[in-house]
C-alpha cells in the first residue's frame, strides 16, 4: 500500500530467521496432499483446450478478405431455361412443366432425341429433364452427345425413373450416371413434389454448376493477366499458377502441382515465414519476394501481395499470391547460382538480402500502424535514395554510413571528438567537458572476455538453492528453463512464494554468485525482502507475475544468440532486473496515480512514475540492509555498471516508449551487418552486436518481452494471465467512477469490456510485430507458434459470446487445469 510517508517496507527483521524453515517442513505434508489431488483431478478429465502446439486444434477465425459462399451473381438474372424431353408427354411431364411454370423456368418441350440435342445446342438451357422410363430413344447416347457440347459441363441433366428403379437392385441408375447425368428422379404426379424437387435444382445443382462456369471465367481472366498470380493451400502447395509464371520463371503447371512454394519458386525461406505469420491469421500480407527462375537459377526480387481464403469454415485454406511483374528488375539477376543482387545495394549473399527483407517489413509493419516516428520516415527515405543511386558505389557507402549513424539508440548525445579530445592545449574540452559528459562505464569488450557459445568449460553449478524446497517443488523447477513453465502451479505449492524459489533456481543456474561475487544466504535474503515488498493482493502485479518475467528472461539468456553476448554480469543483473522490475507495484497504473495526485507522482513528476519507483525501490531495498545487499562485494566500478544495467532495464518496461523501443532495435539488429555470416563471424566493417550501446539496446528488448510474453504462453496461461490483468483493471476503472477522476481506459469498464477483443488488440498492435522481430533474433519460434494459436482462439471465444470475466472463468472451471482454477479468487 502507498502512504503518504512512503512505502510500507518489508524488512529483513520480519521476514528471514528459523521460522522459515519450520514452514518449509510443514509445506511438505501439504504440497503432497495438494499433488495427489490435482493429479486425481487431471486424470479424471483432460482439458478440451489444447496445452501443446501439437494439440491445438488449429482454425483461424473469419477475416475480412474472407470471400462469401456464392457468385459474383448467385443466379443467373435471365430466367433459367429448362428442357422436357418426353417422347410421349403425360401427365408426369404436365406436372413437372406446371411446376416449372410457377417457379419462372423458361421451357422447352421436345419429343425426339436429335431435336433435343439442336434445341440445347441453340439455347443451352440450365437445366435438362429427361424421361428414361421409356426406350423410344437411346438415353445414353443423348446425355453423352449433349456433354460432348461446348458449355455442358455448366448443365444439370436429370433422368426421370420409375419408383421400381430404386426399389429392386438392377443397373439402372449407375447406367444413367455413368453416362453423365446429374441425378435421377422418381415419377411423380404431385404438384408441390415436384415444386420441391426444382428448388432444389435450382439452389443445389444449378447454384453449383453456375459456381463452375464462375471459376473457369476466373481461370481465364487470370490466364491472360500479366501479373504473377499463384494459388497454393495451407502447406504453400501449388494448386494453380497462371500463364504469365510460365512465361516469366520459365515454370509448367504439371510440373508445380502439389510441389511447395520453397522447392519451386521462392529463395528464401525466411520470407515464407514472415508471410505465413500474417496469413495463418487470416490477414492481408505483402512485401517483397525472391524468385528463382526455373531454367536459369537466375533470381529476382518482386513485391508481392498475399492474401488467406477460406473457401469452408473458418480455417484458411488457400493463399493467393500476386507478383507485380512491374516491380521485377530485370537487371537484378544473378550471375551464378548460389548469389543473388541486393535489394539495396551491389552483390552481397543469401543471408544479407534475407536479413535487408526482414528488416524492411518489421520497418513497414510499424508504419503501418497508427503511430510514426521521425527517425523510421528519415530511414526510410533514405532507403528510398539508395534505391535510386543506380551503381554509384560511393554514394551508397556514403548513405550506408549515414544509416548507420542514424540506427545509433541516442542520436542526441554528444561526444567529445578524438582530435580535440587529445589536446592537452584545450583543458575545457579534454577535461571539463569530456567529464560532463561521461556516462556510467560500459565493460570492456574483448576476445578473451567475452563467453564463446560453444565453451563447454563455462560453469553452471546446480540448481540447488540454499532453502530445501519440497520435492513437489523440486520435480517442478527441473522444467524452469521451459517456455511451458507452469508458474501458477508453482505459485499454489509455494503458497504464493513462486519468486523467492524461482529465483534461487535461476540464480543457481546462472552462477549469478560468482558474477556478483557474493553468497547464497544473501541472494536468498534478498529474493525473500523483494518478494515480500510486493502486493500480494494485486491480481496480476504481484510476485507471480515477477517470477514469470525473471523465468521468461531466463528462457531467453539460454539461447545460443544470448550466450555469445551476454557476460555473466550481464546475465545477472538482467534476472535481478526482472525479479524487481514491479516491486511495489499499487496495482494501478502511472496516469491513475498523476490523476489522483498520488505523492509518487509528485515526486517524480509525472514523468515515468511507476518505473522509477520501482527501479529506486530495488536499491533501497538492496543497500537498507548489509543482509540483503547483493552488490556489498563489488568494486566501485562494477557496482556502477551493474546499477546502471538494473535501472535501465527497469524503465524500458514503461510502455510508453515501446515503439521507439522497438524500431531501435528493428533498425539496428535487423540488417545484414548484424546477421554476420553462417560460420557466427561478425562483420569487421560493423558489428552491432559488439557496441555496448546496442547490447543495451538488446537487454531492454529482452525485458520488454519478457514482461508481456503472456500472449505467447501456452493457452491455459494465457486464459489466466488476461483475466488477472482485465481484474486489476476493471478495479482500477471503478476506483476511478467512484472517485470521479479520468477514466484512463474505458474499454475495462467491467460492465461491457470483450476480454477477448482487448487481447486481440493487444497482440496486433502490440505483441505481434515486437515478438516476430525478437524471434528473428534468438530463433525461438515457439514464441510465435502460440501467438497465433492464441490468437485464434481469442477470436473464437469472441464469435462464441465469451466476453466478460465469467465467461472466462466457466471457460477455465471446466477446460483448464485445477493449478490455475484453484487460484481463481471469488469476485
Not at 314 to 338: A, C
Request: charged share 25%; net charge negative; with cysteine.
Amino acid at each position: 500500500m502507498i502512504i503518504q510517508n512512503g512505502p510500507n517496507i518489508e524488512t529483513m527483521d520480519s521476514l528471514i530467521g528459523e521460522e522459515i524453515l519450520e514452514e518449509e517442513e510443514e509445506e511438505d505434508v501439504q504440497v503432497t496432499a495438494n499433488e495427489g489431488m490435482g493429479r486425481g483431478v487431471l486424470n479424471h478429465r483432460k482439458s478440451s483446450l489444447a496445452l501443446t502446439p501439437e494439440e491445438e486444434p488449429f482454425d483461424v477465425n473469419r477475416g475480412p478478405n474472407e470471400v462469401k459462399y456464392g457468385l459474383i451473381s448467385p443466379l443467373p438474372k435471365h430466367h433459367l431455361k429448362l428442357l422436357l424431353v418426353f417422347a410421349q408427354p403425360d401427365s408426369v411431364c404436365d406436372t413437372i412443366s406446371k411446376a416449372a411454370d410457377k417457379l419462372g423456368f423458361e421451357i422447352s418441350l421436345i419429343n425426339t432425341d436429335i431435336g433435343a440435342l439442336e434445341e440445347y445446342q441453340a439455347k443451352s438451357h440450365d437445366l435438362i429433364i429427361v424421361d428414361a422410363r421409356v426406350k423410344c430413344f437411346d438415353n445414353d447416347l443423348l446425355c453423352r452427345s449433349i456433354r460432348n457440347t461446348k458449355g455442358s459441363q455448366h448443365t444439370v441433366i436429370i433422368a426421370i425413373v420409375r419408383k421400381s428403379a430404386f426399389e429392386r437392385d438392377d443397373v439402372t441408375i449407375a447406367s444413367l450416371l455413368e453416362s453423365g447425368f446429374n441425378r435421377c428422379l422418381i415419377e411423380t404426379t404431385n404438384m408441390l413434389v415436384c415444386v420441391n424437387e426444382l428448388i432444389l435444382l435450382k439452389h443445389c445443382d444449378i447454384r453449383t454448376m453456375a459456381q463452375h462456369a464462375t471459376c473457369q471465367a476466373l481461370y481465364t481472366a487470370l490466364d491472360k493477366c500479366r501479373d504473377l498470380v499463384i494459388v497454393t493451400d495451407d502447406n504453400y502447395k501449388f494448386q494453380y499458377m497462371n500463364a504469365a509464371c510460365e512465361r516469366q520463371l520459365g515454370l509448367r503447371q504439371e510440373d508445380t502441382l502439389g510441389k511447395t512454394l520453397q522447392e519451386q519458386l521462392v529463395y528464401d525461406t525466411v520470407q515464407i515465414n514472415t508471410m505465413g505469420s500474417s496469413l495463418l491469421r487470416a490477414r492481408e500480407w505483402s512485401g517483397p519476394m525472391t524468385l528463382k527462375r526455373k531454367s536459369t537459377q537466375e533470381t529476382v526480387v518482386s513485391s508481392c501481395r498475399a492474401v488467406p481464403f477460406s473457401c469452408a469454415g473458418r480455417m484458411p485454406t488457400h493463399f493467393i499470391l500476386v507478383f507485380d511483374t512491374n516491380s521485377i528488375d530485370p537487371n537484378n539477376l544473378s550471375q551464378s547460382r548460389g548469389s543473388i543482387h541486393s535489394m539495396r545495394r551491389g552483390s552481397t549473399d543469401v543471408r544479407s538480402i534475407g536479413s535487408d527483407y526482414l528488416r524492411r517489413t518489421s520497418l513497414a509493419k510499424l508504419n503501418a500502424l497508427p503511430l510514426e516516428a521521425p527517425i523510421t520516415k528519415v530511414v526510410g527515405l533514405i532507403d528510398q535514395i539508395r534505391d535510386n543511386v543506380g551503381s554509384n558505389s560511393q554514394l551508397v557507402q556514403l548513405i550506408d554510413k549515414v544509416e548507420d549513424i542514424l540506427k545509433g539508440s541516442e542520436l542526441y548525445v554528444s561526444h567529445v571528438k578524438d582530435d580535440y579530445r587529445m589536446k592537452t592545449d584545450e583543458p575545457v574540452v579534454s577535461d571539463l567537458i569530456t567529464a560532463l559528459l561521461s556516462k556510467t562505464p560500459q565493460p570492456t569488450i574483448t576476445a578473451s572476455s567475452r563467453r564463446s557459445s560453444n565453451d563447454s568449460s563455462v560453469f553452471r553449478p546446480s540448481r540447488t538453492g540454499l532453502i530445501k524446497a519440497p520435492a513437489a517443488i523440486r520435480d517442478l523447477l527441473e522444467t524452469s528453463l521451459t517456455w511451458e513453465f507452469d508458474i501458477f502451479r508453482l505459485e499454489d505449492l509455494s503458497r504464493k512464494r513462486p519468486l523467492l524459489h524461482l529465483g534461487m533456481n535461476l540464480f543457481g543456474h546462472f552462477d549469478v554468485c560468482g558474477a556478483l561475487n557474493c553468497d547464497e544466504r544473501t541472494l536468498n535474503n534478498w529474493l525473500t525482502v523483494i518478494e515480500a515488498n510486493y502486493h500480494a493482493e494485486n491480481w496480476y502485479h504481484n510476485s507471480t507475475h515477477a517470477a514469470d518475467v525473471m523465468q521468461a528472461t531466463a528462457g531467453f539468456l539460454e539461447k545460443e544468440r544470448m550466450k555469445s553476448l551476454m557476460e555473466p554480469l550481464d546475465e545477472a543483473t538482467s534476472l535481478i532486473a526482472a525479479a524487481a522490475h514491479d516491486v511495489d507495484h499499487p496495482g494501478k497504473s502511472s496516469a491513475f496515480l498523476s490523476n489522483s495526485n498520488n505523492p509518487l507522482a509528485i515526486l517524480y513528476n509525472d514523468v515515468t512514475v511507476l518505473e522509477s519507483h520501482h527501479a529506486a525501490m530495488t536499491f533501497k531495498l538492496t543497500l537498507g540492509d548489509e543482509r540483503v545487499n547483493i552488490f556489498k562485494n563489488l568494486d566501485r566500478d562494477t557496482y556502477k555498471l551493474a546499477r546502471h544495467n538494473v535501472i535501465d532495464m527497469i524503465l524500458a518496461t514503461e510502455m510508453t516508449k515501446h515503439f521507439e523501443h522497438l524500431a531501435k532495435f528493428v533498425n539496428v539488429f535487423c540488417t545484414r551487418s548484424s546477421i554476420g555470416s553462417e560460420s557466427g563471424e561478425q562483420s569487421e566493417e560493423y558489428s552491432p552486436i559488439l557496441n555496448p550501446e546496442n547490447t543495451t539496446l538488446v537487454k531492454r528488448m529482452m525485458i520488454k518481452c519478457a514482461d508481456v510474453s503472456n500472449p505467447t504462453r501456452p493457452l491455459r496461461l494465457c486464459v489466466e494471465w488476461a483475466r488477472r490483468i482485465a481484474e486489476e483493471y476493471f478495479q482500477q476503472t471503478d476506483d476511478e467512477k467512484a472517485r470521479g477522476l479520468p477514466v484512463v481506459m474505458p474499454m475495462f469498464d467491467r460492465q461491457s469490456c470483450s476480454i477477448p477483443t482487448s487481447q486481440i488488440g493487444f497482440v496486433d498492435f502490440i505483441i505481434n510485430d515486437m515478438f516476430e522481430a525478437w524471434n528473428a533474433f534468438i530463433d525461438m519460434p515457439e514464441l510465435l507458434t502460440y501467438m497465433r494459436q492464441n490468437y485464434i482462439r481469442w477470436k473464437e471465444f469472441d464469435e462464441q459470446g465469451h466476453t466478460t470475466l465469467n465467461d472466462i472463468q466457466k471457460l477455465q472451471a471446466t477446460i483448464l487445469a485445477p493449478s490455475i482454477t484453484s487460484s481463481i479468487k471469488s469476485d
